[in-house]
Structures are given as C-alpha cells and as structure tokens.
C-alpha cells in the first residue's frame, strides 16, 4: 500500500485561502484516482473532492463547488487540494485517500484502503 504524508493544514480567517499536498510513497499512485475527505469533531468522515487517475474528471461535494479545486502532479507523487473563500462550516480535519479499484473514482468510504494522517484545518469567523 502506498503511504500518503498530508500538509499544508493551519488556522486560517474566513474568506482566506489554504493549499493541501498529500505526497504518496512507498508505490506510484498513478493509475489510481485520488480522493480528500473530512472529519469534524463528532461528525462521520465525508467525501470533499476526488479526481481520476488520468486527471480528466473531478468530483466535489456541493458545498465545496466553486471554492476547492483538487489536482495532481503524477512526476511528484503529490494530489493538492486549493482552498478559496473558507468557511468556519470547512474547519476538520482533512484526509487524502487511495482507492482500492485501479482506474475507478468513487465518493464512497469504504472503497478507499490507503489513508494519511490528516492535516487539521481551522477557519475562524
């Protein structure tokens, strides 16, 4: 499995801007989409953003479209996630993911195996 080291997280005004890096290792992650996933304190982890493994298609959480882009640098190993126009709503704990399928982008938790730590991300009001 490969080994996903996110950065980037910090504490940040409403309407300010933050730029997540997820760096993959330990085996090349192209060929398999990516995905950024959040936790809350007390809420269920939720599906953010996911881009494909070609980076031709992306999916966003309705409440994220127009402000979050996802992208992914495969010479680097490295999936990013833009953060515009912050909200207190986006404060947890953000994840990035690998799927378990080859080629496949899903919304789905349970389809991802491989996991980072998290980096916390903090918007004041």
């Known amino acids: 499995q490969a080994q996903l080291a996110e950065s980037g997280g910090g504490l940040v005004q409403a309407g300010g801007s933050l730029r997540l890096s997820c760096a993959a290792s330990g085996r090349a992650f192209s060929g398999y989409a990516m995905a950024w996933f959040r936790q809350a304190p007390g809420k269920e982890r939720e599906f953010v953003t996911a881009i494909s493994w070609n980076g031709a298609q992306t999916l966003y959480k309705d409440s994220v479209k127009g402000r979050f882009t996802i992208s992914r640098d495969d010479a680097k190993n490295t999936v990013y996630l833009q953060m515009n126009s912050l909200k207190p709503e986006d404060t947890a704990v953000y994840y990035c993911?690998?799927?378990?399928?080859?080629?496949?982008?899903?919304?789905?938790?349970?389809?991802?195996?491989?996991w980072g730590q998290g980096t916390q991300v903090t918007v004041s009001s």
């Open positions: 993911a690998v799927p378990r399928y080859f080629r496949t982008m899903t919304t789905t938790l349970g389809d991802y195996i491989s």
